[in-house]
C-alpha cells in the first residue's frame, strides 16, 4: 500500500505553516511534538501508521475556513479526523499533511421535537444523539458497533449504518442538512430541517464521500419515535449455509425486521464468553432477528420468524422477554469486535456488500479461503442489507502473516464484486479497498468520480491518496477529448 509520495518543500516549510495555523488556532490547538502526534498516526485500521506533519483542533467553523484557506495557499494536505474509528485507513495522516480533528466540535445545538430533528456539531458521538432525546421517547436510528465513540461527522464521512438500518437506513437515509467548508475556505450550508432540499443532491454527494471534497462542521439529524414494542429472537443453527438460507427466507416473506444479524461459531464463542448474554455454543450460526412496532404486529411477526427458521433447520430458537433480555441479546453482537480481540494477537476486520442470496455460497467460499491461506476467520454481519463483516485472524509478529491478511481480504471483496456485490457496505474505501476499485469500477467510471471531486477540490489537497487508486490531475481530467485528430463538434465555435 502506497501513499502520495510526500512534497519535501512543504515539509521544509513547517515552521512557517505552524505559525499560520498558531495565528488561527490559538493555545494548545496545534499539535507538533512528536510524541503527541503518536495519538494521530493511524486509525482503526491500525495496519497502517504514518505521523502526521502537523494536527490542528479548531473550535469554530470560521477556524476552520480559515485553516483550509491558509493551507491551500501553502499547498498542504489535509486529513479531516473525528474520532479515529475509521477501520479503512480513511483518517490515515500524511507526512506532508496535517491532521484537521474536529474533536472539538462536540455540542448537541438544538433539538426539534416539533420537527422531529436535532443539530449537532460533528464531534458529538452516535450514541449521545440517542441519549440526549431519550427522555423524550425519540432516537436516532443508524447504530455502528462503535456508536459509544464513532462520531456523526465522521458518519456522514463513511455513510454507517449499524444493526438496525436493514429498516431504519444509513447514514443517508438519515440525513437532512449539513454545514460545510470546501477547501478555499467557502462555507456552505446543504439541505436543513425540510424534507427535501433543492436542486442537485449535493447532500447525497457529501455522504459517504470520505473527506474528499470538504469538511462537515454541523449536521442535521433525523429523529425517530421509539416503537412501542421491540422484542429479539436468538435461533441457532447447524450449519452457516442454513442461517444463510433462512435470512434470504424471512426477507422473502415480506418481512422486514428491524434489525437481523448473524454470527459463526467462532463469533458466537468470542462474544459469549466476553459479555455472557447466554448464546448457544453448540450451533454454527446464530441468526438475531428483532421485530419492532405494535405488539400485536410484533407478536404477529414473531410467529411468523420462528415458523420460517423451524423451516430452514434451526434447532434453538429464544425469544426476548423484557427490555433487558433484548439488550442482551444485542450486548454480545455489538461486543463481537472486541471479543474477538481476546482470542487473536490482531485481526483485519474487512466491509464488503453481497446480494442476500448469495449469503451460502460466499460462505462457503470464506471458509475455502481460510483453509487455503491458514488463518482464522470469525463472520460477524448485518445479515438482513448482505453486508459482511469477516474478521480474520492473524499475528502481525510472525513474518508475512498480515500480508497473507491482507491478501485474503481482497479475495474476500472480490468475492463479494464476484457475485453481484459491492466493495463497501458502511466503512468506506479509504486505503484499504483504494487499490481493488478497478475491480469494481473501469478507467472512465473512477475518471467520472475524480471529475466530483475536482468540482469541490481542483488541487486535490483534502485526503488524497485516499480511494482513488491513480488521483489524476484536474486539469488532465478536464481535457477535450479528440478522436481521429477531430474535436467534438468541430462546427461550434470556441472561446
Not at 422531529?116 to 432516537?139: D, W
Not at 470520505?210 to 419515535?225: A, C, N, Q, S
Not at 468475492?415 to 475491480?439: A, I, N, P, S, Y
Request: proline letters at 5%; charged letters at 25%; a negative charge.
Amino acid at each position: 500500500m502506497q501513499m502520495p509520495e510526500p512534497d519535501r518543500q512543504v515539509i521544509a516549510a513547517k515552521a512557517d505553516i505552524v505559525a499560520a495555523l498558531r495565528a488561527i488556532v490559538p493555545g494548545e490547538g496545534v499539535i507538533v511534538d512528536e510524541d503527541e502526534l503518536r495519538a494521530y498516526e493511524t486509525d482503526g485500521l491500525t495496519a497502517y501508521r504514518q505521523l502526521p506533519l502537523i494536527v490542528v483542533l479548531p473550535e469554530t467553523t470560521a477556524q476552520v475556513s480559515q485553516v483550509l484557506k491558509a493551507c491551500q495557499a501553502r499547498g498542504v494536505k489535509v486529513v479531516p479526523r473525528g474520532a479515529g474509528t475509521s477501520l479503512s485507513g480513511g483518517a490515515l495522516p500524511l507526512a506532508d499533511g496535517i491532521i484537521l480533528g474536529l474533536g472539538k466540535f462536540n455540542r448537541v445545538l438544538e433539538i426539534d421535537f416539533d420537527n422531529r430533528c436535532a443539530v449537532v456539531q460533528p464531534g458529538v458521538t452516535n450514541l449521545a444523539i440517542s441519549k440526549a432525546v431519550e427522555a423524550e421517547g425519540f432516537y436516532y436510528a443508524p447504530d455502528p458497533s462503535s456508536q459509544i465513540a464513532c462520531t456523526i461527522g465522521g458518519n456522514v464521512a463513511e455513510n454507517s449504518g449499524g444493526v438496525h438500518c436493514l429498516k431504519y437506513g444509513l447514514t443517508t437515509n438519515n440525513l437532512l442538512g449539513l454545514e460545510m467548508v470546501l477547501m478555499d475556505g467557502t462555507i456552505l450550508r446543504l439541505g436543513g430541517k425540510h424534507l427535501d432540499a433543492e436542486g442537485y443532491d449535493l447532500l447525497g454527494i457529501m455522504t459517504g464521500s470520505e473527506g474528499l471534497l470538504g469538511v462537515v462542521t454541523e449536521v442535521t439529524v433525523r429523529l425517530l419515535k421509539k416503537p412501542e414494542t421491540a422484542r429479539a429472537l436468538l435461533l441457532g443453527f447447524p450449519t452457516n449455509e442454513q442461517a444463510g438460507d433462512a435470512v434470504a427466507a424471512i426477507i422473502a416473506h415480506g418481512i422486514i425486521p428491524g434489525g437481523m444479524e448473524m454470527m459463526d461459531k467462532l463469533a458466537i464463542h468470542a462474544a459469549e464468553d466476553f459479555v455472557h448474554a447466554g448464546y448457544p455454543r453448540d450451533v454454527e450460526a446464530l441468526l438475531i432477528v428483532e421485530l419492532d412496532g405494535p405488539q400485536a404486529e410484533v407478536d404477529y411477526l414473531i410467529g411468523e420468524v420462528s415458523r420460517i427458521c423451524d423451516d430452514k433447520g434451526a434447532v434453538t430458537s429464544r425469544i426476548s422477554e423484557s427490555e433487558e433480555e433484548r439488550m442482551t441479546f444485542w450486548a454480545g453482537r455489538k461486543a463481537a469486535f472486541p471479543a474477538v480481540g481476546r482470542i487473536s494477537p490482531d485481526y483485519y476486520c474487512m466491509d464488503g456488500t453481497i446480494p442476500r442470496a448469495q449469503l451460502p455460497l460466499v460462505l462457503k467460499r470464506m471458509r475455502e479461503l481460510s483453509e487455503h491461506y491458514g488463518l482464522g476467520v470469525a463472520n460477524v454481519f448485518h445479515a438482513g442489507d448482505g453486508n459482511l463483516h469477516p474478521l480474520i485472524l492473524y499475528d502481525a509478529n510472525k513474518p508475512g502473516e498480515l500480508e497473507k491478511a491482507e491478501d485474503f481480504g481482497s479475495d474476500i471483496l472480490r468475492l463479494c464484486v464476484e457475485v453481484g456485490g459491492v466493495l463497501t457496505g458502511e466503512h468506506g474505501v479509504g486505503v484499504e479497498k483504494r487499490d481493488l476499485m478497478g475491480t469494481m469500477f473501469n478507467e472512465i467510471d473512477l475518471k467520472q468520480q475524480q471529475r466530483v471531486k475536482c468540482a469541490f477540490d481542483p488541487d486535490a489537497l483534502l485526503n488524497p491518496g485516499k480511494v482513488f487508486p491513480q488521483l489524476h490531475r484536474c486539469a488532465e481530467l478536464g481535457r477535450m477529448h479528440i478522436s481521429g485528430g477531430r474535436l467534438p463538434f468541430p462546427d461550434l465555435p470556441r472561446f
